[in-house]
């Protein structure tokens, strides 16, 4: 079963909610999950925090709930008995950090700096926030202290956005990525949560960067492979095919197979920016997917994948992008 970072790691963001008011809770947690992340940390910067994490829990039991900014044990205990999954803190506190590992509970405490984390590794924790994550020095201080602290992954918080949340996550030791550009407190104040779908939606397309990579075309032999090639290549001002054991390549843009593979017709080649993230995103719509069709890199990570769903009688065809 998988535990809660790597429920976390899935996802890919987590939304960061300040709620001033109860009763916007349901309708942030429907925009939430409408745009595509059934996940938030709701910060105890105000009184609503424990009434908006009991109201979503309750009518939305599959979304992933944390509670931010948690600085004493009675804030534990209160977003807890509402129903958080996990607990995140702005700094490291031995015994905010104890109190949770007594009760089970996750945290992932804040940390900038070598001293903080050794702390953090002195407590037995390996998965940490690194906040504020821009102001402390970015990526570039996260790479460097992951030279010495191999172990450690984190969740970059603060100063994140649409503009450099790629770049984090396309780091292997980072969980996901902390933001809240997606829940504007005044867009919430204002009830317009049909704009909180919209940015929630526009960062999951942003994250996952499904693009066209290429179009399959299944032939019936090699003959017929190399005569659809050639004419592709001739029609649309391509350059010469490039043939390999199974398949000819127009430059990048089709691939001819030899013989008929997956898909009645092809294959419909996807790019994106993550595999896993991509299947987990899917999955969440409805979508299946045939185990046996997985490959994997060279690190043994997930690198392609097919949809049991055809369309038009092509696969679908999930890529890495490298």
Same mark, same amino acid.
């Given at each position: 079963m998988e535990n809660m970072m790597q429920k976390i790691h899935r996802y890919g963001i987590v939304p960061v909610v300040k709620i001033d008011r109860e009763e916007d809770a349901l309708p942030l947690a429907k925009a939430l999950c409408?745009?595509?992340?059934?996940?938030?940390?709701?910060? #105890?910067?105000?009184?609503?925090?424990s009434g908006a994490i009991r109201a979503i829990a309750k009518? #939305?039991?599959?979304?992933?709930?944390?509670?931010?900014? =948690?600085?004493?044990?009675g804030q534990v205990d209160s977003a807890v008995e509402a129903g958080a +999954?996990?607990?995140?803190?702005?700094?490291?506190?031995?015994?905010? =950090?104890? #109190?949770c590992q007594e009760k089970g509970v996750p945290i992932l405490p804040g940390v900038s700096s070598a001293s903080e984390i050794e702390a953090a590794l002195e407590l037995g924790l390996t998965e940490l926030k690194?906040?504020?994550a821009e102001q402390s020095g970015g990526l570039a201080k996260i790479?460097?202290?992951c030279a010495p602290y191999s172990s450690v992954r984190f969740m970059p918080t603060g100063g994140i956005g649409l503009h450099n949340m790629n770049d #984090?996550?396309?780091f292997d030791k980072i969980i996901a990525c902390g933001g809240s550009f997606m829940v504007n407190p005044a867009d919430i104040a204002a009830g317009d949560f049909a704009k909180v779908t919209a940015l929630t939606r526009q960062a999951v397309?942003?994250?996952?960067?499904?693009?066209?990579? +290429?179009?399959g075309i299944n032939a019936a032999n090699e003959t017929e492979a190399r005569e659809t090639a050639r004419l592709l290549s001739r029609l649309f001002l391509l350059g010469t095919p490039d043939e390999n054991a199974a398949s000819l390549f127009v430059e990048r843009q089709f691939e001819v197979m030899k013989a008929p593979g997956r898909g009645k017709n092809g294959h419909i080649a996807l790019l994106t920016n993550s595999v896993e993230r991509a299947m987990d995103y899917l999955e969440r719509q409805g979508e299946a997917f045939l185990p046996e069709s997985k490959s994997y890199d060279e690190k043994g990570r997930l690198s392609a994948v097919y949809l049991q769903r055809e369309l038009a009688g092509f696969a679908l065809h999930l890529v890495q992008k490298k």
């Open positions: 409408e745009g595509g992340l059934p996940v938030a940390e709701i910060t #105890y910067r105000t009184a609503a925090a009518a #939305y039991p599959d979304m992933i709930l944390g509670a931010g900014t =948690v600085l004493t044990t +999954h996990f607990i995140v803190s702005p700094g490291l506190n031995p015994g905010i =950090v104890r #109190y690194f906040f504020p790479k460097a202290l #984090y996550l396309a397309q942003a994250m996952l960067g499904l693009r066209l990579e +290429h179009i």
